[in-house]
Each structure stands twice: as C-alpha cells, then as structure tokens.
C-alpha cells in the first residue's frame, strides 16, 4: 500500500509502500476513498503537538470501505462504507468511559497520532469505533465531517444557544464553516470575526448576520462564542464580546497560549470552556443530523502524493475549501 508518513516532527511528509496490513482481532481494514486534512494534522506535523511516534502516518476524517476483517468482527462489514474519526479507541472502564465521556479516557488512543492514520491507501482501524456511511454519496463531501464536523458539532452542543441567540465564531475555516451551517439550521444569528476577506464572504454568503474581522467590535453582545483558531487571543476577544452568563468554547486541542486578562472579562457568570475530542455518540448524532440539514463542506481535492501541498495549504490560511485527499 502506499502512505504518506511524517518521519520526525518538522520534515515534508514521504510517499512510502508498505505491505499491506492485516487486521487483528476486533479490526477492519479498510481501502481509503478520501481522507480530509485536519488541522490537527498540521499541528502534529510542525511538532506543535508532541509526536506519540515516528515515522507516523497522519489523518483521521477517513471514508473508506471494508476490504478484509479481522476475528471477532461480523463478516456482514465487509464491502460496507465506513468512516474513521480521531478517536482511534477508549478503555470502555474508566469512570469517563462509564459515564458516556469516553471523550476523556486516560487510556484513550487517536487515529493518526497514537496509530497510522488515513494519509494512505488502505487503513487499519478498531471496527467497534468506525461510523456507518451511507454507500451512495461522494466520499470526498463526507470525510471533513468525521472531525471538523463533529467535534464542531459538539462545542457547539456546549455553547449551549438557542433560537434567536446570538453567537460568535473566531475563525471561520473547515470546522467553523460547518458549525455555521448547524447553528443557522437551528435558528441562531451568527456573528463571524475572521481575517481572511475569502472566509468573510463565504460567511456572508450562508447568512451570517455580521461578519468583521478581529478587533471590530460588534454590534451586539453574544450569549455564546466558540473560538476556533489556535492564537489564544482570540478567547480573549471572544470574552470581551459576551454578554453576561455568557459562555466561551474553546474548540482547539492547540493553543499559543491564553493572555493574562483581567477578572472583569469573566465576571457576571461567563463561563470559559474546553472541548476535548469528541465520543462515538456525538459522532452518530452529528452524522445523523448533517443528514437531515443537511450539512455540506466546501472541498478542496488532492492527490495522497500532494499531501504535503494541501498541508502547506492550510499552514498559509487559504480558503477556498477543505483540502481532501483522495488515494
């Protein structure tokens, strides 16, 4: 098989072949259709997050089809669409596991980063922890959705908004775009603060109430914010801009670094959060939804061997749809 593999933190990815892989027990292999890039990807390739192995093979918004099974998996997977997301696997018996927050697991491993992700032509992955996709459909429209979709998806679900609430969004890239279409299916008013003129009229375009860039103020305060960015200033902008008992989510497992700031911005019950990865359960429900809406990312194809070049891509904040590689 072919994978594009990082050899060490900071270096161009590498087209290799490999032989191909055998599924263990519980496992399913599959033959990738399409494989967004995430920009945790890039953050694991620059070293901006610590390598849990090398040479690792990056890529975790995986739809491929289940060309061999392991022992211990049903042999009715086999030709099936799935799609793999960035939880690669959780303990099942932790206190997180236990209580629907495998999201949390101390144990918990992450496609692409704790096991060879989906930069590849075929992909090992634990069956139990794949999503059923429906068989028809462009593969390369559903990979964005199984990270930026779903974890957007869930901080989302923690801003907490309603009908007729205001909320922000601090970037406006392949996650936010999705959320966007979440947050006005059901009836938010969106308020996008991005630099870049592209995503400004992409929001503009899919109804956004108000779009300026970082450092504008805006015309009124928001009941919720979900910055998206990795400048940690941003929270800070985004905090300035709530009302009171507002809440700030923070949808980064990467930041700079979060400002000093002085007590008054969280004052009056504002409330600042974290979203860490998502559970299989927010993954089932978010698919399910993007369904209904339905949901659509704006792409943006490569070839596996111009992965390093949708990577750069994403590290100079282009727009113009989510890079998607296709093997």
């Excluded at 679900?157 to 601090?170: A, F, M, Q």
């Excluded at 019950?269 to 704006?298: C, G, K, Y």
Aim: with cysteine; proline share 7%.
């Amino acid at each position: 098989m072919e994978v594009m593999e990082l050899p060490a933190p900071g270096a161009a990815l590498r087209l290799e072949r490999r032989p191909e892989p055998k599924p263990g027990a519980g496992e399913v292999r599959l033959r990738v259709e399409a494989c967004a890039v995430c920009r945790t990807d890039l953050q694991i390739c620059d070293g901006d997050l610590e390598a849990r192995g090398r040479p690792i093979v990056p890529g975790h918004q995986v739809v491929g089809r289940v060309e061999a099974v392991g022992s211990r998996v049903r042999p009715g997977l086999m030709g099936r669409r799935l799609g793999v997301g960035w939880l690669a696997s959780a303990c099942g018996r932790c206190r997180f596991c236990r209580g629907g927050r495998e999201n949390l697991c101390p144990a918990a491993t992450f496609t692409g980063w704790d096991r060879d992700g989906g930069f590849a032509s075929q992909l090992l992955v634990r069956a139990d922890f794949a999503q059923p996709l429906p068989d028809q459909g462009d593969p390369a429209l559903m990979a964005p959705l199984l990270c930026g979709g779903v974890i957007g998806y869930r901080a989302w679900r923690c801003s907490l908004v309603g009908r007729g609430d205001r909320l922000g969004l601090y970037g406006f890239g392949a996650s936010a775009h999705l959320v966007a279409q979440v947050a006005l299916a059901e009836g938010c008013r969106l308020f996008v603060v991005t630099r870049n003129p592209a995503a400004q009229r992409l929001a503009q375009e899919m109804g956004a109430t108000w779009v300026g860039p970082p450092g504008r103020r805006l015309p009124r305060q928001l009941q919720a914010a979900i910055t998206f960015t990795p400048q940690g200033s941003a929270v800070m902008d985004a905090l300035r801009a709530l009302d009171r008992g507002g809440r700030c989510v923070v949808n980064a497992i990467h930041l700079d670094r979060i400002p000093g700031f002085e007590y008054q911005l969280l004052y009056w019950e504002r409330q600042l959060l974290s979203v860490a990865n998502f559970t299989r359960q927010d993954a089932s429900d978010f698919l399910r939804m993007a369904d209904e809406i339905p949901v659509r990312p704006r792409i943006q194809p490569f070839s596996l061997a111009d992965a390093n070049s949708a990577l750069g891509r994403l590290r100079e904040g282009s727009a113009g749809g989510v890079g998607v590689l296709i093997p």
